[in-house]
C-alpha cells in the first residue's frame, strides 16, 4: 500500500513533468504552437509575477482571488444554509414534499448559468447579481442531495428511533442529519462545482474584479499567457475548495474511517 | 402482568390494486414473562404479527395489546430486536445502548451504569468506543440485544434476530439468549422460520401458516423441557440430541410441510 | 399513529396539483404585490405569451426554433466529440495500466477548471462561431464521460476478461465485445451526466460568445430589460435539457433491457 502510493506519487510527477516538457518544446523550443494561440511557459509565468505584483485588470492577483472567493462563499453559504434545511424537511414531511417538489421538478432543468441574464435584469451588474446566480446554481444540488440522503436512511434505522422513543430536536440531530449527512456531502461536492462554473461565467459576462473578469480582459487584450494564469487560478481555486469540503467531510463522519485510525 | 394479546387480529395489503390477506384472524396471548416463538414459512405473516405488537404496523382487523393496552405507536416498553440488527452507523457501541436511555430521561450516573451491565452481559467489553461497521454481524447483533435489555422493556420483540448471521455465530448467541432468558425472564415474542431455534428457545412455539397467516397449531415446548430436564445440558449441540428435542422437531416440520404439499403448483 | 415508516412515496395527482398551483399561486402573489416593477417580474401567462409570440418573431435575428436549431448543431458537435474521445479513451485507461498512469494526472490537472474559464481560447483558437462553443460543450461533457467509461472498464468482472483471454479473443476484441457491452450502465450514466453539463455549458458560451442560439437570446433580452424573453427563453433552455435527458434514459432503458434492475 504504501510502495503503491510512492509509485503513484513518482509517475504521477513524471506524467507533469513530462507535460511540460512537451509544452516546452512546442512553444518555445520550436515554435510549432504560435504564441499568439498559446503561451510559452516563461511568459505564463512571467504575466503570473506581473499580475501578482503589479496587477491586471482592475487589481492584483489576490485581490482576484479574494473578491471571487468571497462572492462563492457568500452564494454557497447561503444556499447550503437554506438548501440543507429544505431539503431534509422535503425529505422527512410527505406535506412539505408534495407542495416543493413540483417546484423543484420545474426549477431544476434550468442551468444555473440560464439565470445570469435574469440576474443581470434584476440586480444589474453588481456583486449581489453573481451571488443570486451562485446561490440558485448551489440551491438545487443542495436540496435534492438532503432530500434523497433522508430517502436513503433505512427504514429499520427510522423504526429503531421510533421503537427508543427518540423524538424532535434529538431526532434530527441525532438520526436525520447523521443518516443523511453521505448524501448531504455529495450534495454539497455538485454544489461547489456548480459555484465555481458559474462564478466565472458571470464575471467573464461583466465584473471589475475576480477570475472570470482577468479572463475576459484578457481575451479581450488577446493576451493568452494571461488566460492561461487565471485559467490556472480558476483549477487551483475550485480544487483546493473541492480539498477542503473533503476534509470537512472526512472529519464530520468518523464512523466511516477505519477500524485501524482507532 | 406483562401480557401480548392478539384478539382476532387480520391485516391485509393492498398489491398491485388487489387486497390480499397476510394476517388472518389470529388470537395469541403471550403470558406475562413467558418465552413464544412464532415458526412458519416465508411470508405467512409471523413478522407482520411481531410488527404489530412494536406498533410499526397496524391491524386492520381486531386488536393488539401490550400489558393491556391496545398498541398505537412504537414505545420503549416494547423493545424490538431486528433482523438487521437496525444500529446507528455513526454512533458508538456504548451511544447506541444510551440513547434509548437518555429519552427516556435517565440521569447520568444510572445510565451509565445500565449501559456498563449490558455491555458486560452481552460480552461487548472492549468494543465501547468501536462503530458498529468495525464489528462482525455477531457482535452488532449482541450490540441490539443489549440495546434492547437496556430500556428495561415489559416485552421484547425479535424478529429473526440470528437469521443474518453464519451458523458457528447463531449457535453461540442461541446459547446466550437462553441464559439470559432464565436469568432474566421476559415476555418474548420470537420470530424465526429455523425450527431448531425455536424448539431450543421458546416455551411454546406457534406454526402458523402462509395465505392467509393463519395459526396452525401451538405446541407446548416448556412441558417437555421441564419434565426432560434440557436445562441441564449448557450446550446447543446436546439439547438437540435429546429423543424428546427431535421429537418436537420433527413434529413441527411435518406440520410445516403439509403446508408445503398443499402450496406446490 | 405517528409513523415514520412509510418510505416510499409516490405523490398522488392531487398532491402534484397542489404543488404546481402552489408554486404559481406564489409567482402570481410576488407579481400582483408589486415587490418590482411588472417589467422585471412579469406574470406566468405573459411569459407564456411571449414564448409563443418567439415562434412566429424574430428577435436577436430569428425566431426562437431557428435559435434552438442553431444551439443544437453546435451542441451535437460538442457531445459528439465528448463522446467519440471520451468513450475509447475511458475504456482503454480501464484496460491498459499505463494509459491510466499517463492520463488521470493530466485530467486531474484539467478537472477543476471551469468548462465556461476555456471560452477565451475556444474563441481564440475556432471563432466564436461553431468551433468555439463545440470546444466549451465538449468541455462540459468530456469529464463525466470518461470518468464513467473508466469506471465501468474498471468495475468489469475479471472472470469475464479471464474467459475472453482463454477464449484467445484478441485486445480489440476485447473490448469491443467484452468491456464496452459490461460498462453500459455506466458507460449511460456517464453520458446522462455529460449531457446535462454539455448542455449547460452550451449556454455558458452562448451567454459570452455568440451570435446566434438560445444562450444569445437570452442574452439580447437581457441589454433590451426584456424580463419576458429572458424567462421565456429560460423555459426553452429548461425544455430541451429535459427532452435530452429523456431521450437518453430511453436510450438506457432500450440498451438495458436484458438486465435486471
Known amino acids: 500500500m504504501k510502495l503503491k502510493s510512492t509509485i503513484g506519487v513518482a509517475s504521477t510527477l513524471a506524467v507533469l513533468v513530462g507535460a511540460m516538457i512537451v509544452w516546452y518544446t512546442v512553444t518555445a523550443a520550436t515554435g510549432w504552437v504560435s504564441p499568439a494561440r498559446f503561451p510559452h511557459p516563461a511568459e505564463t509565468w512571467q504575466s503570473f509575477v506581473a499580475i501578482a505584483t503589479n496587477g491586471y485588470g482592475n487589481g492584483k492577483l489576490h485581490q482576484h482571488v479574494l473578491n471571487s472567493l468571497k462572492l462563492v462563499a457568500m452564494g454557497f453559504g447561503v444556499a447550503v444554509l437554506v438548501g440543507v434545511p429544505l431539503g431534509l424537511l422535503m425529505g422527512y414531511s410527505r406535506k412539505a414534499e408534495a407542495l416543493l417538489n413540483p417546484a423543484f421538478l420545474l426549477l431544476r432543468p434550468i442551468p444555473p448559468l440560464a439565470w445570469i441574464p435574469l440576474a443581470i435584469v434584476w440586480l444589474g451588474l453588481e456583486d449581489a447579481s453573481k451571488v443570486l446566480v451562485i446561490f440558485v446554481a448551489a440551491f438545487v444540488p443542495s436540496v435534492i442531495n438532503s432530500y434523497a440522503g433522508v430517502r436513503q436512511i433505512e427504514a429499520p434505522i427510522l423504526e429503531a428511533a421510533d421503537m427508543l422513543g427518540i423524538r424532535g430536536l434529538t431526532f434530527v440531530r441525532e438520526v436525520l442529519v447523521p443518516g443523511s449527512l453521505p448524501s448531504i456531502f455529495t450534495g454539497l461536492r455538485l454544489s461547489l462545482q456548480a459555484s465555481w462554473t458559474t462564478l466565472v461565467a458571470a464575471e467573464l459576462i461583466g465584473a471589475l474584479y475576480g477570475l472570470g473578469s482577468i479572463l475576459n480582459q484578457a481575451a479581450q487584450d488577446i493576451y493568452p499567457a494571461m488566460i492561461l494564469v487565471a485559467m490556472i487560478f480558476v483549477g487551483l481555486c475550485g480544487a483546493s475548495t473541492t480539498w477542503l469540503l473533503g476534509e470537512l467531510e472526512r472529519r464530520a463522519m468518523p464512523w466511516r474511517r477505519q477500524w485501524g485510525a482507532q | ?265 | 399513529m405517528t409513523t415514520r415508516t412509510v418510505r416510499s412515496f409516490k405523490p398522488s395527482w392531487r398532491e402534484t396539483t397542489i404543488g404546481t398551483a402552489a408554486f404559481f399561486g406564489v409567482w402570481y402573489f410576488v407579481a400582483l404585490i408589486g415587490i418590482a416593477p411588472a417589467k422585471f417580474f412579469p406574470m406566468p401567462h405573459e411569459v407564456l405569451a411571449k414564448l409563443f409570440a418567439l415562434t412566429h418573431t424574430q428577435f436577436a435575428g430569428a425566431t426562437l426554433q431557428m435559435h434552438l436549431l442553431s444551439s443544437l448543431h453546435r451542441y451535437a458537435m460538442g457531445f459528439l466529440l465528448a463522446i467519440v474521445i471520451g468513450l475509447p479513451l475511458g475504456l482503454l485507461m480501464g484496460r491498459f495500466r499505463w494509459l491510466d498512469v499517463v492520463v488521470t494526472p493530466l485530467f486531474d490537472a484539467l478537472r477543476f477548471i471551469a468548462p465556461v474559464a476555456w471560452v477565451p481560447f475556444a474563441a481564440l483558437w475556432f471563432g466564436t462561431g461553431i468551433g468555439g462553443p463545440t470546444l466549451i460543450i465538449f468541455a462540459g461533457a468530456f469529464p463525466p464521460i470518461l470518468i464513467n467509461a473508466y469506471r465501468g472498464a474498471r468495475g468489469v468482472d475479471p472472470r469475464y476478461l479471464e474467459a475472453a483471454s482463454m477464449l484467445g479473443i484478441g485486445s480489440f476484441k476485447t473490448i469491443t465485445d467484452v468491456l464496452f457491452p459490461a460498462a453500459i450502465p455506466s458507460i449511460i450514466a456517464g453520458l446522462r451526466v455529460g449531457a446535462g453539463l454539455g448542455w449547460m455549458s452550451l449556454v455558458g458560451a452562448e451567454l459570452i460568445a455568440a451570435n446566434r442560439g438560445v444562450g444569445y437570446l437570452i442574452v439580447k433580452g437581457q441589454s433590451a430589460v426584456d424580463t419576458p424573453i429572458v424567462m421565456a427563453g429560460m423555459i426553452a433552455i429548461g425544455a430541451v435539457g429535459v427532452v435530452i435527458d429523456v431521450v437518453l434514459r430511453k436510450l438506457e432503458k432500450h440498451l438495458l433491457r436484458h438486465r435486471k434492475s
Not at chain 2, 450516573?109 to 445500565?114: L, S
Open chain 2, 1 to 265: 402482568m406483562s401480557e401480548i394479546t392478539f384478539t382476532n387480529v387480520s391485516r391485509s395489503f393492498e398489491r398491485d390494486g388487489n387486497m390480499f390477506l397476510a394476517v388472518d384472524s389470529v388470537s395469541l396471548t403471550v403470558r406475562d414473562r413467558e418465552f413464544v416463538a412464532i415458526v412458519g414459512p416465508s411470508g405467512c405473516g409471523k413478522t407482520t404479527c411481531m410488527r404489530m405488537a412494536a406498533g410499526l404496523e397496524f391491524p386492520t382487523a381486531g386488536q393488539v395489546t401490550v400489558s393491556g393496552k391496545e398498541v398505537i405507536s412504537p414505545g420503549p416498553d416494547r423493545a424490538v430486536v431486528f433482523q438487521q440488527f437496525a444500529l446507528f452507523p455513526w454512533k458508538t457501541v456504548s451511544e447506541n445502548i444510551d440513547f434509548g436511555l437518555r429519552a427516556k430521561g435517565l440521569d447520568e450516573a444510572e445510565r451509565r451504569r445500565i449501559v456498563e451491565h449490558n455491555i458486560a452481559l452481552m460480552n461487548l467489553r472492549g468494543y465501547e468506543t468501536a462503530f458498529p461497521h468495525q464489528l462482525s454481524g455477531g457482535m452488532q447483533q449482541r450490540v441490539a440485544i443489549a440495546r434492547a435489555y437496556a430500556l428495561d422493556p415489559d416485552v421484547l420483540l425479535m424478529d429473526e434476530p440470528f437469521g443474518a448471521l453464519d451458523a458457528q455465530t447463531r449457535v453461540v448467541m442461541q446459547e446466550e439468549l437462553v441464559k439470559l432468558a432464565r436469568l432474566n425472564p421476559r415476555t418474548v415474542l420470537f420470530i424465526t422460520h429455523a425450527v431448531d431455534e425455536a424448539v431450543y428457545l421458546a416455551d411454546r412455539v406457534v406454526i402458523m401458516t402462509s395465505r392467509p397467516g393463519k395459526i396452525k397449531e401451538i405446541l407446548d415446548v416448556k412441558a417437555v423441557r421441564d419434565a426432560e430436564n434440557w436445562d441441564q445440558h449448557s450446550r446447543i449441540e446436546d439439547v438437540m440430541d435429546l429423543a424428546s428435542f427431535v421429537h418436537l422437531r420433527t413434529r413441527i416440520w411435518k406440520s410445516l410441510r403439509e403446508e408445503h404439499a398443499g402450496d406446490d403448483h
